[in-house]
């Protein structure tokens, strides 16, 4: 069984620009959620995706989006960068939204 | 709002102590309730949920609806218990669905 895989691990982008970070679920997994760590805080929900679809969405504004494909992968897509996005961003992958598996993160860094 | 307090940003407890990480939540509905852990340089990892009522790791949680508290204990602890630890309600329907709240966390150290 493979866990939940994230990709890249480290990424250095510039304030303004768009990053995409990818994520792919774990086997049997139909339901994806994303969420922001900043640093010394715990994981804030960004939105999640069951079935391709948006399932709920957490207090982001609408420059974070998002997307899952039909073999349960999703990507969380940022544009217009700000220096306070800068954080740890984790994918979780369930079967119907239940008992969440989080991937190792991506370590964004916003200059 | 939904909200989870952890009050010790940091424990500390000598090996073969009993320890007690605390947690307290603000919810409507009743919420399902998980621990997570994450040992220095892994992922963030399912410890327990209160609805399987196990004990993994020797850890249990009791879940008190009229507190509203979630308070992981051990009762002998070990070295390798030192970890961050978050509780995280988890409210399935309406615009949470689906969402785990996370608390701050606390930081373990288990002494030797």
């Known amino acids: 069984e493979t866990g939940v895989t994230q990709s890249p691990t480290h990424l250095i982008k510039t304030r303004g620009q768009q990053v995409t970070l990818r994520c792919s679920s774990q086997?049997?997994?139909?339901?994806v959620s994303w969420y922001q760590q900043a640093l010394g805080q715990g994981p804030q929900f960004i939105f999640q995706?069951?079935?391709?679809?948006?399932?709920g969405r957490g207090n982001f504004p609408p420059r974070f989006s998002g997307l899952q494909f039909p073999n349960y992968s999703s990507e969380l897509n940022v544009n217009a960068l700000e220096l306070d996005d800068s954080a740890l961003y984790l994918c979780?992958?369930?079967?119907?939204?239940?008992?969440?598996?989080f991937g190792p993160g991506t370590r964004l860094t916003v200059t | 709002a939904q909200r989870v307090t952890q009050p010790e940003k940091l424990l500390s407890v000598f090996k073969g102590a009993p320890v007690e990480l605390k947690c307290n939540y603000s919810y409507s509905g009743s919420p399902e309730l998980f621990w997570y852990v994450q040992y220095s340089r892994q992922r963030l990892q399912l410890l327990l949920r209160h609805i399987s009522r196990e004990s993994i790791k020797g850890f249990t949680a009791d879940l008190n609806k009229g507190e509203t508290s979630f308070h992981l204990k051990k009762p002998f602890a070990q070295e390798e218990d030192s970890a961050m630890y978050y509780c995280?309600?988890?409210?399935?329907?309406?615009?949470?669905?689906?969402?785990?709240?996370f608390g701050q966390g606390t930081i373990l150290t288990v002494h030797p």
């Open positions: 086997s049997g997994h139909n339901t």
């Open positions: 995280a309600p988890y409210y399935a329907g309406g615009t949470s669905y689906g969402k785990l709240t």
């Open positions: 995706y069951y079935r391709e679809e948006e399932n």
């Open positions: 979780a992958s369930s079967l119907n939204h239940y008992e969440q598996y």
